[in-house]
């Protein structure tokens, strides 16, 4: 065994005994109760519904929410039907009385599972999930698995880097196709079959947005031409487009609001009065204020002959450039402590959620107890 | 303790400031993690928190909200999500809670697609939690979110109910009392967004803010990222500013003063970023240590070379 | 096509002195509207000492700002608000039609946009035409060379990261050209270059760059396209990939290249934890500071920018440079005469020309 | 040819775009871009995941050191994708029981935000936090006083540093009021306000010719290594 897998081997089982021992204390560790509350949605007439649902039965392969009639009552004791049932079967009455129901689980602290359980030992309404316990623990192992990677290159950091990629890269697809292609293509495309199956609120098209989307959905087959075996060169041309069009957006959006912006900002006068609420002329503050417009005036300039390219940083010039990267400076170290600010704030947040959520050591929101 | 160990430094072992720059880093990040974990479990068993004295952004903010008259509407914009919700939620939760104490009527609306998500939490937690008696529709209404980035900012200069058609209900803007007389965003005399970069404060003062000749006032919350580049903007068309947790802390306790009644301890929920400024505080020294260290290895080492 | 393509290459580039009339046309009309409408404004404004009033408004409300924010919206500051409002004619939209072929208010924007772009053509055409010209040594870039000989000399790969943006963010743009230069030497020196990317389009666009830059640099046979991979859309599981493979590969040389956000000192460190060289160029200017304190090399904002102009070393896209330098001189001096301006009305608030010159600089810059 | 059509057609749209912010009427073209970018972008969705899935599968079929590590990306991948496409157990919004797809991915309770939750929050910013880490470790080695330069950088920093906490407060809060501004909490700010302010907006401008230059450099067709070698 090598002396790094003995490492491991020690620091893991060191803290699985940490963790039992926990476990056996106080009110254990770990744990997510959840609420039950039963939905039922009366559907709208079934005219109003065939009709809207006309322009997709046929094309659709999917069955029609008023047309399928599956039994998916679920347990309410059953914890695990946090994850109900698939969309297509998710109605449960009959035809005839046209309402829908389920349950839905709200997550709720253990302080009122425990209030619940001293009224009524028998309540079925609030009880302990599965599902997101098991998810709990092992948020907490992917934590620290990213975690062990500050010491090393090992398993569980690949483990952990193989799941986020997979997951991620997925989840971002799924975000691009219902967010984007269903309510901007096929919502402006085929708006009858967004409308019935997705989106009844559906704001009819304007022809301009249809003629727009016709655009991208020629541009995006373009871009896919490249997986046929010929003719994969077409798909430069919906990249040239967007360098172009690119090109020529950010070029006014950047003169307008960094350049004209900013330079006009600039124009500062060089001595401020600054008068108080006598209208005296404050003289202390009136020489800060002159100070400070000088001295964001000379910033400016001198930062700006820094950026100069066809002249040598010599003379003047190279002296006003030399002021400037000392401003740059300034500025980045100023940036840098604003900054640590916020990632020591991100630590403290996965260092909670790993000692409050998980391990409940600590109690900051009194989730589990006064 | 650096010169007389210097001296005494034997030639075949490495000098102590050799050994302390090649410091294996893991050490580094070990101290770094117990700064962060020992206060928060410090805080977390004994409750106690740091005083907070507030800064003149903070201050700004605070008064920006103060002096509008009962029934003022707010426009309260979303621009973060649960990513950022660390730095940013205590800031959203003590702004909302001062909006409501002031009997203010709130309008939330979220520019990123979980902001809304945050925005329902934050409604939750303190409009329905601590004051029930503030109707939605009437008191305060949560718009929900909707795509387009800077679009939506620039159709809201000319036509609110056209960028939020309906509420996160699904109620027609048109129905709702409290926007009746809602045509644009300038009739809203206070802008609230709690940003976590793009789109957020930024694009509100390019597109909204300057629209209106600053005319609009405007406070934000902002990550500690972000504030570098806001500051600028304060306080012609920023009037308040809250950087980073430090801003949110100052803030929260000047909120919890103003609302503080005798005897009745402030809930946690409003002492999330007070909270999270013990870990501040040490990480913050340690790194304020961490650079005094290195710059101790660095002259020692000039100095040997000199010598 | 190749005809038309010819013609229009000369218009563009090899006439440029027929470029630099249209832009000088259009200028001169554009200046044209313009000066009608200061005229018109100037005709219809209200007396001149209300404007001096209301320049010192301006002035006097950034100052209490400035102290006491708190004050901003107190009554008394009201009236010089609106008074500023008054002041600025062009921003007042009921005076505009409402729809029409150009957007007056824009007239400053257009005209600083056809004065860049004069001032590139016009550099352009200068370096064409054979005018030597200097550019200053940009240290990160001159690196360059080096960095791709040791990764050959290592036999280790070289790491190039196009930011984590979209094919829509002209900083990913800018990266990819700088890659089509990395690339070119790196099939020169017969090192091999890792691109992960982000997003599908970047991918696409970079596999595209990097196989012409082997085809040009006559190595078409050394090009993969396996090696310009796609990871995901999401900014951390991309970091989480890109530095695990960072310390199980050790590339010899990572390049930063394009719009970044947290994840760029995660990359840095982890690059110096392995001892590459990085050389690092963005103008997201809140990331900056920690390439410039864990780099070796940075580029800074503009001359992240000018890198591909700088590397190519062919005049026409020096001259570009030359042409950003005018435009930075320009501002420059408007800069020095506005703050001029502005502090004689300060000194004395009743110098009319004061207020009417910032008044036109304000204008200039669309203030 | 290959190379000339894609040129133009940057060229043409570029201007194009260009010259539709100043026309009134056209002036929603840039929204409609985005638009249509953002559906081309989705659609080479499919582009991006068959180089991830090409990629795993050649290391799975070449069984390479770590193909376990495929096995999970790809059985995560496909899993999430399925469960995502087709909303699975995602029940109606009910506001319109009728549409089967209605249900928004991210209720409470579905397997999509368990995912989220569980999976993606954690990894995510786990990541994210590792920054925290670096950044103690970055200060260490970098902020050394080597030259004028870095002395500005450390000082700086170091300033913010404590006057964005409480010990700032302990340390200068003393100082008489005639002296606040020398307090470092208002120091920093102070930093912020006018070199923060000075360096950001030349930064700023610089970047705004940066990008011109760089646009235009497209736009003229100068500069062609984006389509790929310098002379084309």
Not at chain 1, 139 to 147: E, G, V
Not at chain 2, 93 to 104: I, Y
Not at chain 2, 139 to 161: H, I, P, R
Not at chain 3, 150 to 178: C, H, K, Y
């Amino acid at each position: 065994m090598t002396r790094q897998a003995k490492t491991w081997l020690v620091i893991g089982a060191v803290f699985v005994a940490l963790l039992v021992a926990r476990g056996m204390i106080g009110q254990g560790l770990g744990r997510v109760y959840v609420k039950r509350t039963d939905v039922t949605v009366t559907l709208p007439d079934a005219a109003a519904v065939n009709s809207a649902a006309a322009g997709a039965s046929s094309t659709s392969a999917s069955t029609s929410a008023s047309t399928s009639a599956s039994a998916s009552t679920s347990a309410p004791t059953s914890a695990a039907s946090t994850q109900p049932t698939a969309p297509s079967s998710a109605p449960t009455s009959s035809s005839s009385a046209a309402t829908i129901s389920w349950q839905e689980w709200k997550q709720v602290p253990p302080l009122e599972f425990i209030a619940a359980q001293k009224a009524n030992p028998a309540q079925t309404e609030i009880t302990l999930s599965w599902p997101r316990t098991i998810g709990l623990w092992l948020a907490a192992f992917f934590t620290l698995a990213i975690f062990s990677f500050l010491y090393a290159d090992n398993p569980f950091y690949k483990i952990a880097e193989s799941l986020v990629v997979g997951v991620s890269a997925a989840y971002w697809g799924v975000i691009g196709f219902w967010d984007t292609l269903v309510p901007k293509m096929f919502g402006a495309l085929t708006p009858g079959l967004v409308k019935s199956l997705v989106q009844p609120s559906l704001v009819a098209p304007e022809m301009l947005q249809q003629i727009s989307m016709i655009f991208a959905l020629i541009l995006g087959v373009m871009m896919l031409w490249r997986l046929l075996p010929r003719g994969g060169w077409i798909s430069a041309w919906p990249l040239a487009f967007i360098v172009g069009v690119t090109a020529g957006l950010k070029i006014v959006s950047h003169v307008e609001s960094d350049l004209m912006a900013q330079a006009a900002a600039t124009m500062k006068p060089l001595v401020v009065s600054v008068t108080d609420a006598s209208g005296a002329t404050n003289m202390w503050d009136s020489w800060w204020a002159s100070v400070a417009n000088v001295l964001l005036v000379t910033g400016v300039i001198c930062c700006l002959a820094y950026f100069f390219f066809s002249v040598e940083h010599k003379g003047v010039v190279g002296g006003a450039a030399r002021v400037g990267i000392w401003y740059l400076m300034i500025t980045f170290g100023a940036s840098f402590g604003f900054t640590v600010m916020g990632r020591i704030a991100l630590l403290a947040a996965r260092v909670e959620f790993l000692f409050d959520d998980w391990l409940w050591l600590i109690d900051p929101n009194h989730f589990r107890g006064l | 303790m650096s010169a007389g160990n210097f001296n005494n430094t034997n030639a075949s072992a490495r000098p102590w400031f050799e050994r302390l720059d090649r410091i294996d880093r893991r050490w580094i990040f070990l101290l770094m993690f117990l700064a962060v974990s020992g206060p928060i479990l410090w805080i977390g068993v004994t409750g106690k928190t740091l005083p907070e004295a507030p800064t003149l952004a903070a201050r700004a903010v605070f008064q920006e909200i103060d002096q509008l008259p009962a029934h003022s509407l707010v426009l309260i914009s979303f621009d973060y999500d649960p990513a950022s919700a660390g730095e940013l939620q205590p800031m959203a939760t003590s702004l909302v809670r001062q909006c409501a104490a002031k009997n203010l009527r709130m309008v939330f609306i979220a520019l990123w697609p979980l902001g809304n998500q945050v925005a329902q939490q934050t409604i939750q937690d303190v409009i329905r939690d601590d004051y029930p008696a503030l109707k939605e529709g009437d008191d305060f209404v949560n718009m929900g979110y909707q795509a387009g980035n800077e679009a939506v900012m620039k159709l809201l200069l000319t036509d609110f109910a056209k960028a939020f058609p309906k509420d996160s209900r699904g109620e027609a803007t048109s129905n709702i009392p409290m926007l009746k007389d809602v045509k644009m965003v300038s009739q809203f005399p206070l802008l609230i967004s709690v940003s976590a970069g793009y789109p957020g404060s930024k694009e509100w003062v390019q597109y909204v803010i300057s629209a209106y000749n600053e005319k609009m006032n405007f406070v934000t919350g902002c990550t500690g990222v972000s504030a570098p580049q806001l500051y600028p903007y304060f306080p012609q068309q920023i009037a308040g500013l809250l950087g980073a947790i430090k801003g949110a802390a100052e803030y929260e306790s000047m909120v919890n003063e103003s609302l503080a009644v005798d005897g009745v301890a402030t809930a946690p929920k409003y002492l999330q970023a007070q909270r999270r400024m013990g870990p501040q505080l040490v990480a913050h020294l340690l790194m304020v240590g961490l650079i005094i260290v290195g710059n101790v290895i660095f002259f020692a080492r000039k100095r040997r070379g000199a010598a | 096509m190749r005809i038309t393509h010819k013609i229009l290459c000369r218009i563009f580039t090899n006439h440029s002195w027929k470029c630099v009339a249209t832009f000088l046309c259009l200028a001169m009309c554009c200046a044209r509207v313009f000066a009608f409408e200061i005229s018109s404004e100037m005709s219809e404004a209200v007396a001149p000492t209300t404007q001096i009033v209301a320049a010192q408004n301006i002035f006097a409300k950034n100052v209490l700002a400035h102290n006491a924010p708190a004050q901003d919206a107190n009554p008394p500051l009201v009236e010089p608000v609106n008074a500023a409002a008054d002041f600025k004619p062009a921003a007042t939209p009921t005076a505009a039609p409402a729809r029409h072929w150009f957007n007056s208010e824009k007239t400053a924007l257009f005209l600083w946009i056809v004065f860049i772009g004069a001032a590139v053509t016009v550099s352009v055409w200068l370096a064409k035409s054979g005018r030597p010209i200097r550019i200053r040594r940009i240290a990160a870039l001159e690196a360059v060379d080096n960095a791709v000989g040791r990764a050959t000399e290592m036999g280790r790969s070289i790491l190039f990261v196009p930011g984590i943006q979209d094919m829509d963010n002209i900083q990913t743009v800018a990266g990819l050209t700088m890659l089509g230069r990395v690339a070119k030497t790196a099939a020169e020196y017969d090192a091999t270059i890792e691109v992960p990317t982000c997003r599908s389009l970047v991918m696409e666009a970079a596999r595209d760059t990097v196989r012409a830059s082997y085809l040009s640099a006559g190595r078409a046979d050394g090009f993969s396209a396996d090696r310009i991979t796609y990871i995901t859309d999401d900014q951390f599981g991309y970091v989480a990939h890109v530095v695990g493979s960072m310390v199980r590969e050790k590339p010899a040389t990572c390049f930063y290249m394009g719009c970044f956000f947290a994840e760029s000192l995660i990359f840095a460190e982890t690059g110096n934890a392995i001892g590459a060289i990085q050389i690092a160029g963005t103008a997201e200017s809140s990331q900056l500071p920690f390439f410039v304190a864990a780099c070796d090399y940075t580029l800074i904002g503009e001359e992240f920018f000018a890198a591909s102009a700088y590397l190519s070393g062919e005049p026409a896209q020096l001259g570009t440079l030359r042409g950003q330098d005018v435009g930075k001189f320009a501002v420059v001096v408007l800069i020095a005469l506005g703050v001029l301006a502005s502090t004689i009305l300060v000194m004395a608030p009743n110098a009319a020309a004061a207020v009417w010159f910032l008044y036109v600089l304000q204008k200039v810059l669309g203030g | 040819m290959k190379r000339i059509i894609p040129m133009w057609i940057a060229i043409i749209g570029g201007f194009a775009m260009m010259l539709s912010s100043f026309v009134p009427l056209a002036e929603s073209a840039g929204e409609m871009f985005a638009d249509v970018f953002n559906v081309v972008a989705a659609i080479a969705f499919v582009l991006g995941a068959g180089s991830l899935a090409k990629q795993h599968l050649e290391k799975l079929s070449r069984r390479d050191a770590g193909w376990g590590y495929s096995v999970i990306t790809l059985g995560s991948f496909l899993i999430t994708l399925f469960i995502g496409m087709l909303k699975i157990g995602i029940h109606p919004n009910p506001s319109f029981p009728q549409a089967a797809y209605s249900g928004s991915n991210d209720a409470e309770g579905s397997a999509w935000s368990w995912i989220y939750e569980y999976m993606i929050t954690p990894l995510t910013s786990t990541m994210f936090a590792l920054l925290a880490f670096f950044v103690a470790s970055a200060a260490f080695r970098a902020f050394r006083a080597k030259n004028t330069e870095a002395i500005l950088l450390l000082v700086t920093a170091f300033i913010v540093l404590l006057g964005r906490t409480f010990a700032g407060v302990v340390l200068t809060g003393w100082f008489p009021d005639w002296a606040s501004g020398l307090r470092l909490e208002n120091l920093s700010i102070y930093v912020m306000q006018v070199f923060n302010t000075a360096g950001n907006r030349a930064i700023m401008i610089g970047i705004a010719l940066g990008v011109a230059a760089t646009g235009l450099r497209i736009l003229f067709g100068i500069d062609r290594s984006w389509l790929g070698g310098g002379d084309a």
